[in-house]
Nanobody, 125 residues
Framework: QVQAVESGGGLVQTGGSLMLSCASS????????IGWFRQAPGKEREFVAV????????YYADSVKGRFTISRDNTKNTVSLQMNSLTPEDTAVYYC??????????????????WGQGTQVTVSS
């Protein structure tokens, strides 16, 4: 089954930075909203950021606004998530997914598919 592939996670200290990447060879990202979500142990998958398919408008969770930046490169079929000023609360497995949902549902994980295996981000205090 074709899936997205997430990469770039790792272990970083509080205040550090990481850049995550989401890539696909089986689906043209330009036709989809691409969202980043994260899931910490014992918690539900939560919205982090999304880049819309038309115009590339971006939206962020309040918890990451001003610290994270999502961007897409449709020519390379990749979406990146630059994460700065990381805190232990950002520790989670990060996933990217695709969606064609309406704007009002764009933050809902249930509206996405094509998930990859995720990439672990661990922020030490």
């Amino acid at each position: 089954q074709v899936q997205a592939v997430e990469s770039g996670g790792g272990l970083v200290q509080t205040g550090g930075s990481l850049m995550l990447s989401c890539a696909s060879s089986g689906r043209a990202f330009r036709n989809y909203h691409i969202g980043w979500f994260r899931q910490a142990p014992g918690k539900e998958r939560e919205f982090v950021a999304v880049t819309r398919r038309n115009g590339g408008y971006t939206y962020y969770a309040d918890s990451v606004k001003g610290r994270f930046t999502i961007s897409r490169d449709n020519t390379k079929n990749t979406v990146s998530l630059q994460m700065n000023s990381l805190t232990p609360e950002d520790t989670a497995v990060y996933y990217c997914g695709t969606s064609q949902t309406v704007l009002s549902s764009i933050r809902r994980a249930s509206e996405y598919d094509y998930w990859g295996q995720g990439t672990q981000v661990t922020v030490s205090s």
